[in-house]
C-alpha cells in the first residue's frame, strides 16, 4: 500500500504545521458550505496541536468539532477526551464551535445509541478528519481484538461501541465508513515505535492492524 508519509524534525514543529494545514482546509470548506466538520483524537499526542488550532481564527461558529473516539466516562475524569478538548481546543478562537459530545451520562454506551447516531450524523460528512494510532495500530478506538471490530470496520452504523482488552473503560469509536467519507484525513504519530507499528500495519488486514482501514488516502505526518 502507498501512502503519504510526511516527516518533520521535531513534533513542536509537526503540530504547528498541521493547525495550519487543518485551519486551511476547514477555511476552504468555509468558503462554498455553511458549515464545516472536524474530528480529532484524544490520547496524549494532539494536545499541542490544539493549542496552536484553537488559536486560529478561522469562522469557528460555523464549525462542529467532534471526537474521533471517546472513553465512556464523564467529563469530570482525568481520562475523558471530551475534557481535553475544552481545556486545549476549544479555547480563544475556537470556542465558538459546536461540541458533539460522545458521553451521555447512560452507564452504558449501548444504553444510548440512538442519540449517539443522532449526535454524529448531524455533524456528517466529516471535512476534516485527524487521527491518533496506537503502537498495537489501533486508530480512533478501532482496537485489534475489540468486542466490535469487525461491524465497525464494515458496518453502516456511524459510532460503534467497543471494549478491548487493550482499552482500560468502555469506547465509542467512529466507524470505518465514516472515517474514509471525510473530506481530507490525516493521521498524526510521533516516535519510533509508531513508526515501526505503522510500516508493519501497511501489509496487514484490518482486522489485525486497524489503522490499515484509513491508511489509502490519508495524509501521515511523523516526527521522532
Ligand atoms: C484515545 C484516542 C486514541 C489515540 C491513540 C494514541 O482516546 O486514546 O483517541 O485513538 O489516538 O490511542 O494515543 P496517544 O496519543 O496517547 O499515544
Request: aromatic share 4%; with cysteine; proline share 9%.
Amino acid at each position: 500500500m502507498s501512502i503519504e508519509i510526511i516527516e518533520y524534525p521535531d513534533a513542536e514543529l509537526m503540530m504547528l504545521k498541521l493547525a495550519s494545514i487543518i485551519s486551511n482546509a476547514l477555511k476552504a470548506t468555509l468558503r462554498h458550505q455553511d458549515s464545516a466538520s472536524l474530528a480529532v483524537p484524544g490520547g496524549s499526542t494532539p494536545g499541542p496541536l490544539f493549542d496552536a488550532l484553537g488559536a486560529i481564527d478561522l469562522g469557528w461558529d460555523r464549525v462542529n468539532v467532534l471526537l474521533t473516539d471517546e472513553r465512556w466516562v464523564p467529563e469530570d475524569s482525568p481520562r475523558s477526551n471530551t475534557a481535553l478538548l475544552r481545556e486545549r481546543l476549544l479555547v480563544g478562537p475556537a470556542a465558538k464551535a459546536t461540541l458533539i459530545p460522545f458521553f451521555t451520562g447512560a452507564a452504558s454506551p449501548e444504553d444510548d445509541l440512538t442519540t449517539l447516531y443522532d449526535r454524529v450524523a448531524s455533524a456528517l460528512p466529516l471535512s476534516v478528519c485527524l487521527l491518533g494510532m496506537g503502537a498495537d495500530m489501533h486508530t480512533a478506538s478501532l482496537f485489534p481484538g475489540g468486542s466490535a471490530l469487525e461491524d465497525a470496520l464494515t458496518g453502516e452504523a456511524p459510532v460503534w461501541p467497543m471494549r478491548a482488552p487493550g482499552a482500560d473503560e468502555p469506547r465509542v469509536t467512529l466507524g470505518a465508513r465514516v472515517l474514509n467519507d471525510a473530506f481530507q484525513r490525516h493521521l498524526v504519530i510521533t516516535g519510533p515505535e509508531k513508526r515501526e507499528a505503522l510500516e508493519r500495519a501497511r501489509h496487514l488486514p484490518p482486522t489485525t492492524a486497524p489503522v490499515a482501514a484509513i491508511l489509502p488516502d490519508t495524509t501521515v505526518h511523523w516526527a521522532p
